[in-house]
Structures are given as structure tokens and as C-alpha cells.
T-cell receptor, first 116, second 111 residues
Framework: NAGVTQTPKFRILKIGQSMTLQCTQD?????MYWYRQDPGMGLKLIYYSVGAGITDKGEVPNGYNVSRSTTEDFPLRLELAAPSQTSVYFC???????????????FGEGSRLTVL | GENVEQHPSTLSVQEGDSAVIKCTYSDSASNYFPWYKQELGKRPQLIID?????GEKKDQRIAVTLNKTAKHFSLHITETQPEDSAVYFCAASSGGGKLIFGQGTELSVKP
């Protein structure tokens, strides 16, 4: 199992450009998430999905869009990139909710995005 | 919506001492409280979690306590070791998939 795979690992964008961060998981997880982590800060939830065809806004959704057409894939689109979107982006997935590991989020390695 | 506050933001202890990190949450419907550890340059990983029908849970040197009335929960690490140095995050969820994290605590264990 590859787990959660994110691409690209690094990207530099110019202000106003658009791009898509790709995320795929091979664990047949229903739940998928996108978080951003600014330097020295916590993880802020951008969007999440509890299954194919279902997406919901998190804490900081402005400037981003997502889709979930398959169980495996959960791409994050940045439209009109701004310097405030400079961050490390983490995709994660889980079976669902509950203790004993059932609610455990499995994170990708992260994608470092810089907007200049 | 849910808001999770975490304290302290930094914590320095001597090897062998105990470390305690505290979190408060705002949504009384929250019922799932995990803790994640993130080593420098790596992805977060789950270390322990607890549901609201349990007051305390232990796993070797780590334990989590939950006070539903006060809406706070804490992580306790005993006999700290240098390899415990990392950033620790608490989180809370009221179900439906939305998991909100605290701001993180940078723990430094000095040999």
C-alpha cells in the first residue's frame, strides 16, 4: 500500500495563477481531508469529504475548491493564487470515526506551495 | 463551529520529567478527541485518541484525560525521552467527519 500520495511536493506560483494539488489514497477510506499548515501554526481544515460525491467546507475554504468523483481521489484546486496561500498542504484520509484506530487520519507527505 | 484552544504553545522539560498539554473545545456535541505527533519535517501521526464516553485512556507512557463538563482534555507524557521532542496537536470532532485541530505545542525534552 502506498497510503496517501500527494503531488506535487513543491511548487512556486505567481500571484493570480491557478493550480491543482492532487491527492490519492489506496486504503479504500471513505473520509478525505485537506489541511493547510502555516509556519509554526496548527492544521487548518480547508475542505473534507465523507464519500464520493460529497464535500463540505472546513474552517478556511475561501480561495479553494475540491471535488470527489471517486473514493480514491480528492484534488484541491487553487484559483487566483495569493501570497496568503503560501503554506504546506496536507491531504489525509480515514475509515471514518471512532477510537481504536478507526478514526485515525493517515496523512500524505505534504505539498509545499509558495506564491510570489 | 468548533474551536479548539491548546496550551502551552511551547514546553521544555528535562528527560525523565512529565509533560502535560491541555486543550479546550467549544462544541459540547464533540465526542472524539485524538492527539497527533509531528516530528520536524514529517507528517502528523496519531498517538492516542479517546471518545466522550471514557474519562481516561492510557497507552504505555502516554495518557489522555477528558472532562466533558469543563470541555477540556489533556495529554500526559511520563518519563519523557529525547525522542518525544516534537509538535503535538489535539483535535476534536462532533461527528460527520469534521476534525478541528488545536494550534500545536512544541515539546522539547532536554537530555
Amino acid at each position: 500500500n502506498a497510503g496517501v500520495t500527494q503531488t506535487p511536493k513543491f511548487r512556486i506560483l505567481k500571484i493570480g495563477q491557478s493550480m491543482t494539488l492532487q491527492c490519492t489514497q489506496d486504503m479504500n477510506h471513505n473520509y478525505m481531508y485537506w489541511y493547510r499548515q502555516d509556519p509554526g501554526m496548527g492544521l487548518k481544515l480547508i475542505y473534507y469529504s465523507v464519500g464520493a460525491g460529497i464535500t463540505d467546507k472546513g474552517e478556511v475554504p475561501n480561495g479553494y475548491n475540491v471535488s470527489r468523483s471517486t473514493t480514491e481521489d480528492f484534488p484541491l484546486r487553487l484559483e487566483l493564487a495569493a501570497p496568503s496561500q503560501t503554506s504546506v498542504y496536507f491531504c489525509a484520509s480515514s475509515y471514518g470515526e471512532g477510537t481504536g484506530g478507526k478514526g485515525e487520519l493517515f496523512f500524505g507527505e505534504g505539498s509545499r506551495l509558495t506564491v510570489l | 463551529g468548533e474551536n479548539v484552544e491548546q496550551h502551552p504553545s511551547t514546553l521544555s522539560v528535562q528527560e525523565g520529567d512529565s509533560a502535560v498539554i491541555k486543550c479546550t473545545y467549544s462544541d459540547s456535541a464533540s465526542n472524539y478527541f485524538p492527539w497527533y505527533k509531528q516530528e520536524l519535517g514529517k507528517r502528523p501521526q496519531l498517538i492516542i485518541d479517546i471518545r466522550s464516553n471514557v474519562g481516561e485512556k492510557k497507552d504505555q507512557r502516554i495518557a489522555v484525560t477528558l472532562n466533558k463538563t469543563a470541555k477540556h482534555f489533556s495529554l500526559h507524557i511520563t518519563e519523557t525521552q529525547p525522542e518525544d521532542s516534537a509538535v503535538y496537536f489535539c483535535a476534536a470532532s462532533s461527528g460527520g467527519g469534521k476534525l478541528i485541530f488545536g494550534q500545536g505545542t512544541e515539546l522539547s525534552v532536554k537530555p
